[in-house]
């Protein structure tokens, strides 16, 4: 039976629950106490975000192209930033890595072709510049030990598609069903 022990105040307390759902991302924890094994996709491309901000007239329209090698999309959001994404092969998984690394990707929008792209990589960065696979997680099964993994904790699938919010949601509405069926 799942049981979560912890000290409150200098006194250990246990709680004992008919149901544990882990929701704890990629790396899940209670997946791995569970002795679940992940599998995943070979990733074939690569994918790196950076948040910035920059004049808030610059860019109110969602932009995607191609350029070489690279995919790109920018995700404008309120108050002048936005969300750049640029993705390309996996071989070249390194191509924003290092200190200087967000430069580098904002100085890549120079070369693409959307209106203000010159604007766009002078932006000031906001976030870290982050490079992740684009590949599949899957389980064989969710279930485990009176306990069920949903979202990323379950596995996801490639976020080009855009679709991991989408299925956590999912997954909570049809555990939420059969936990109502009882």
């Known amino acids: ?14 709680i004992r629950a008919r149901l544990l759902i882990g929701a704890d991302g990629r790396g899940s924890t209670v997946r791995k106490q569970l002795g679940l094994t992940l599998h995943e996709t070979q990733p074939r491309t ?29 995700f404008p959001r309120d108050h002048g930033v936005t969300r750049l994404y640029i993705l390309w092969s996996i071989e070249q998984r390194q191509r924003f890595a290092g200190a200087d690394g967000a430069r580098r990707f904002l100085d890549t929008f120079r070369s693409y072709c959307f209106p203000h792209a010159e604007q766009m990589a002078a932006a000031e960065p906001i976030g870290p510049c982050v490079t992740y696979p684009m590949n599949d997680g899957y389980l064989d099964s ?3 030990h009176n306990s069920v993994l949903v979202g ?9 598609v855009g ?20």
Do not use: K
């Open 152 to 160: 990323d904790a379950a596995g996801w699938n490639d976020p080009i």
């Open 142 to 144: 969710p279930l485990a």
């Open 46 to 74: 690569v994918c790196a975000g950076l948040l910035v901000r920059h004049a808030p007239q610059l860019l109110d329209y969602l932009a995607a192209g191609t350029r070489g090698d690279a995919y790109y999309f920018l």
């Open 1 to 14: 039976q799942p049981e979560l022990a912890f000290t409150h105040q200098g006194h250990e307390r246990r």
């Open 163 to 182: 679709q991991g919010l989408s299925i956590a949601l999912r997954d909570v509405r049809i555990v939420s069903q059969l936990l109502l069926q009882d």
